[in-house]
């Protein structure tokens, strides 16, 4: 089957939940070489993936402290489109700064105000993603009853972004939300599942404070739906649409 923007948009995803699952690894550095590989012969509807992907193995060369050759990918992706800036401002990514080499390439970059909005929007709600399940984990302990709840999750922004880097960026927030709801689903199986096992054997079981904290957290999950919808990022009225230079290097709090 010829590879589609869509089906390899779906493998990067696939990729990115993997390292975020199992960690950085050989698996995931050939995942995102495939991807940027299949992506090129795609044309201009492939060069954002190509950015993405480059933009991660820049992040993993990081992570393995291979500087030069966080640079070269860096330096790809921009060519491809790269631009996100806040991105570029994480902590992993900061010792790169005083490298002439990541200076050059930081500062090609062009961006849109109601891009940058998009950006800032996008590396927070990662950290609010990570930070509710967090959450969730700590409300569950010592839970008696055996529903299972899911993580609510802000829904992605849906406007047409001015450029092509806002969808790389947006590529990473699901591919931390899928991981983190996987995470969340498997945590609350397995306490259900032994809750209904103690439930069976047991006949000290509190069948009344099941049935308390089956409601207590239903309320608790109604309360998390309601903070992710209210996340939900709303454009900016009279957010610029030009294409400027990015902030200047260092002058961005990353929102981790």
């Known amino acids: 089957m010829a590879d589609t923007v869509h089906s390899l948009s779906d493998r990067l995803h696939e990729v990115l939940v993997t390292f975020l699952t199992d960690g950085a690894g050989a698996a995931a550095t050939t995942g995102l070489h495939d991807v940027v590989a299949r992506a090129s012969a795609l044309g201009p509807d492939g060069t954002w993936l190509v950015a993405a992907g480059h933009a991660s193995l820049g992040g993993l060369a990081c992570v393995y402290g291979q500087k030069d050759q966080a640079v070269l990918h860096f330096d790809a992706a921009v060519a491809a489109g790269y631009n996100d800036c806040v991105a570029l401002h994480a902590a992993l990514i900061r010792p790169l700064h005083d490298d002439p080499r990541f200076r050059s390439l930081y500062q090609r970059m062009r961006i849109t105000q109601a891009d940058l909005d998009e950006f800032f ?14 959450a969730a984990s700590l ?8 529903g299972v709840s ?33 995470a969340a ?35 608790l999950e109604s309360q998390r739906l309601r903070a992710a919808q209210a996340r939900t990022f709303v454009e900016r009225p009279g957010a610029g649409t030009v294409l400027m230079p990015c902030p200047p290097l260092g002058s961005i709090v990353h929102p981790g």
């Open 139 to 146: 409300d569950d302990i010592g839970r008696l009853d055996t």
């Open 121 to 134: 929007w996008l590396h927070q709600e990662m950290q609010i993603t990570v930070q509710e399940a967090q």
């Open 150 to 182: 899911l993580l609510p999750l802000a829904p992605l922004p849906t406007r047409a972004p001015n450029t092509p880097g806002v969808l790389a960026a947006r590529m990473e927030l699901a591919a931390v939300q899928t991981a983190v709801r996987q």
């Open 185 to 219: 689903v498997k945590a609350e199986f397995q306490r259900s599942a032994g809750n209904t096992s103690l439930g069976l054997i047991d006949d000290s079981w509190d069948e009344d404070r099941a049935r308390r904290d089956a409601r207590h957290a239903d309320d």
